[in-house]
């Protein structure tokens, strides 16, 4: 398809990255205007979206919940599922008759999405409404792009990859947790992701400029961060520097906030020393995401996942031996191409083993481009619904089981706001990452509390403040 305004959303893998300042433009043209951003997706996503407000209130904005009363709408897109596709397009259309009753309305699209060619290109033909398109390399881009709108579409997705921005001005969601980017990508390839192709590859933060963001946090009295990546252990491989994931984790740590997370491991690049600095240091805490995918390891090959259902076990038990008490979650597809009821079985059977304390699961959706798009699908769709049914009773029960250990027993909760389930109760997370729900503590939101745990379901524990424990 020829589109002479466009760069091609194709990546390059042998830029070099440079690592720069951000662009954090400032300009009081848009003062007393309003911004709505709608983000789709990960955690990597929302942290952008913090980055993407950061650059519109430079610029004079202010956040409104309202989509009426907005001047400029964001949407921060996600291309890990086709439905996600689906939803954007249909709030599209809302922005769309509102631009009828609102010329002047900007209207921009970025995130994932764009970054996929056949994206972009449909968004330059059929819908020429929206005002700015930018992929994720371009985040750095949009304040510029904004101020030199001029009502004809702007399309950033560049044909190479991003550099790595430091000193950016995040607006950031809460005040009592943060997200810290280590890395920007992925270098695995999973053939069923897309991830690689729409973020590019692996590109690690010096970690001075993260040990500096972290101190930064502390000093402003957050008492949680999150080290986030695509792959976070895999952090440093492509630096020309002595250190890695442990390292840095092991660094970050003895800055002394008090809870540290980290999300999403690969089981391949889990190493002993990370292990070893997870159990040495009181405030990393014990809870690990470690994605499963599959328990047959035909299917984990045709995934290109790089370990086996054997391996992974082995690895589970070690971080279950070494770190006492930790709770792990996975993410598991059910219905890859070529799994058959033996493939299933045997991932059920993971489960039996490993008994985690919850999981993701997913049906699995071909991303087009992706190098498992192009086997054959041949599992009907019924098969596939009752395949997932059967694995989330299996997992929920576990949960349920492993909550049901924490009745009778007191938690330290780190107290994060008002919880849905009750006028007067506020919701928090325990070390190990469970949900709990406590009656009358408003006057802790924001600090760490004991909670004593009254009851337990399968995805939240129920709890009473019982002596209060330490207080930013
Ligand atoms: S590790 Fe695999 S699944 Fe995760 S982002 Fe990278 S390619 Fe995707």
């Given at each position: 398809m020829n589109l002479p305004n466009m760069k091609q959303a194709r990546l390059r893998t042998d830029k070099k990255v440079e690592f720069?300042?951000?662009?954090?433009?400032?300009?009081?043209?848009?003062?007393?205007?309003?911004y709505f951003i709608r983000t789709y997706g990960c955690q990597m996503n929302v942290h952008d979206s913090e980055e993407i407000k950061g650059i519109l209130e430079n610029l004079g904005f202010r956040e409104t919940t309202s989509l009426e009363e907005a001047d400029i709408i964001v949407l921060n897109t996600c291309a890990i599922r086709e439905n996600a596709h689906d939803k954007v397009f249909g709030f599209l259309g809302r922005c769309k008759h509102l631009k009828k009753e609102n010329p002047n309305?900007?209207?921009?699209?970025?995130?994932?999405?764009?970054?996929?060619?056949?994206?972009?290109?449909?968004?330059?033909?059929?819908?020429?409404?929206?005002?700015?398109?930018f992929g994720t390399h371009n985040i750095n881009d949009l304040g510029k792009m904004i101020l030199e709108e001029n009502k004809k579409q702007q399309i950033e997705v560049y044909s190479i990859e991003g550099n790595v921005y430091?000193?950016?001005?995040?607006?950031r969601d809460s005040k009592i947790t943060a997200w810290v980017n280590i890395m920007y990508?992925?270098?695995?390839?999973?053939?069923?992701?897309?991830?690689?192709?729409?973020?590019?590859?692996?590109?690690?933060?010096?970690?001075?400029?993260?040990?500096r963001e972290v101190k930064d946090l502390k000093e402003k009295g957050y008492l949680e961060i999150t080290l986030l990546g695509q792959n976070v252990n895999a952090y440093g491989k492509d630096l020309e520097e002595e250190y890695d994931f442990a390292t840095l984790l092991e660094n970050v740590a003895k800055i002394g906030i008090p809870r540290i997370r980290f999300v999403t491991s690969h089981p391949w690049d889990f190493t002993d020393e990370m292990i070893?600095?997870?159990?040495?240091?009181?405030?990393?805490?014990p809870y690990i995401h470690?994605?499963?995918?599959?328990?047959?390891?035909?299917?984990?090959?045709?995934?290109?996942?790089?370990?086996?259902?054997?391996?992974?076990?082995?690895?589970?038990?070690?971080i279950k031996k070494r770190i006492p008490g930790v709770s792990i979650t996975t993410d598991i597809i059910v219905g890859f191409p070529n799994e058959t009821d033996?493939?299933?079985?045997?991932?059920?059977?993971?489960?039996?083993?490993?008994?985690?304390?919850?999981?993701?699961t997913f049906i699995y959706s071909p991303r087009e481009g992706t190098p498992a798009s192009k086997i054959k699908d041949t599992i009907p769709m019924e098969v596939k619904e009752n395949r997932l049914h059967e694995l989330n009773?299996?997992?929920?029960?576990?949960?349920?089981?492993?909550?049901?250990?924490?009745?009778?027993?007191?938690?330290?909760?780190?107290?994060?706001?008002?919880?849905?389930?009750?006028?007067?109760?506020?919701?928090?997370?325990?070390?190990?990452?469970?949900?709990?729900?406590?009656?009358?503590?408003?006057?802790?939101?924001?600090?760490?509390?004991?909670?004593?745990?009254?009851?337990?379901k399968s995805f939240s524990l129920d709890g009473k403040k019982e002596v209060f424990i330490k207080n930013n």
């Open positions: 720069l300042d951000a662009n954090n433009i400032k300009s009081d043209k848009f003062k007393n205007k309003k309305l900007i209207i921009c699209i970025g995130g994932c999405m764009p970054q996929e060619e056949s994206v972009a290109s449909l968004l330059k033909e059929k819908y020429p409404f929206v005002n700015i398109v430091e000193h950016m001005d995040y607006v990508g992925c270098d695995k390839f999973c053939t069923y992701c897309i991830v690689p192709f729409t973020r590019g590859k692996q590109r690690s933060r010096k970690m001075e400029d993260i040990l070893n600095v997870i159990a040495e240091h009181k405030n990393i805490m470690l994605p499963l995918q599959s328990g047959s390891s035909k299917i984990l090959k045709l995934m290109g996942r790089r370990y086996t259902k054997e391996e992974y076990i082995t690895l589970y038990n070690k033996e493939d299933f079985k045997e991932t059920l059977d993971v489960v039996n083993t490993c008994k985690f304390d919850g999981a993701f009773e299996l997992i929920n029960s576990y949960s349920l089981k492993h909550n049901q250990e924490y009745i009778g027993k007191t938690e330290e909760v780190l107290v994060l706001g008002p919880s849905e389930k009750g006028e007067n109760k506020v919701y928090g997370y325990t070390k190990t990452m469970k949900l709990v729900n406590i009656d009358d503590a408003k006057d802790d939101i924001g600090k760490l509390i004991n909670v004593y745990i009254t009851d337990a």
